[in-house]
Each structure stands twice: as structure tokens, then as C-alpha cells.
């Protein structure tokens, strides 16, 4: 039982900065989405729960559109 007590002493933490990382992410991915009316986009990144990286992939992929724009 001791084990366990250990895990929870620095696992809640990690796991709070993951849920926070990913919904930060999410949520600028899914603003942009919207508002480029990219609805397979909106839907996969709701959908998906990726740690961040689909609304990343997002983001770097619409930034290097309107670079080129």
C-alpha cells in the first residue's frame, strides 16, 4: 500500500499540468477552427483527447497557411 501512496504524491500533480496543457491547446485549436469554418477540424479535436497534439498540428498548419497568404 505504501507504493500506491508514493505514485499519488506526484502523479496528481503531473496529471493536473496534462488535463491543463491539453485543455489550453484545445480550446486555441478549436477557437481557430471555428472561426475558419473547418468543421472536420472542430469535430476531430473534440473528439480526440491527444495530450495537445492535434490542436498543435492545427495551429502549425493553419500558421503556415496564412504565412503564405
Same mark, same amino acid.
Given at each position: 500500500m505504501?507504493?500506491?501512496? $508514493?505514485?499519488?504524491? %506526484? +502523479?496528481?500533480? !503531473?496529471? *493536473?499540468?496534462?488535463?491543463?496543457?491539453?485543455?489550453?491547446?484545445?480550446? #486555441?485549436?478549436?477557437?481557430?477552427?471555428?472561426?475558419? $469554418?473547418?468543421?472536420? %477540424? +472542430?469535430?476531430? !479535436?473534440? *473528439?480526440?483527447?491527444?495530450?495537445?497534439?492535434?490542436?498543435?498540428?492545427? #495551429?502549425?498548419?493553419?500558421?503556415?497557411?496564412?504565412l503564405?497568404?
Open positions: 505504501e507504493i500506491f501512496q $508514493n505514485y499519488s504524491t %506526484w +502523479f496528481l500533480p !503531473i496529471f *493536473i499540468v496534462l488535463v491543463l496543457w491539453d485543455v489550453v491547446w484545445k480550446v #486555441i485549436a478549436m477557437w481557430k477552427s471555428a472561426r475558419n $469554418n473547418h468543421l472536420i %477540424w +472542430f469535430i476531430c !479535436i473534440t *473528439i480526440f483527447n491527444t495530450i495537445g497534439i492535434l490542436p498543435i498540428v492545427y #495551429i502549425l498548419i493553419q500558421r503556415k497557411k496564412d503564405h497568404l
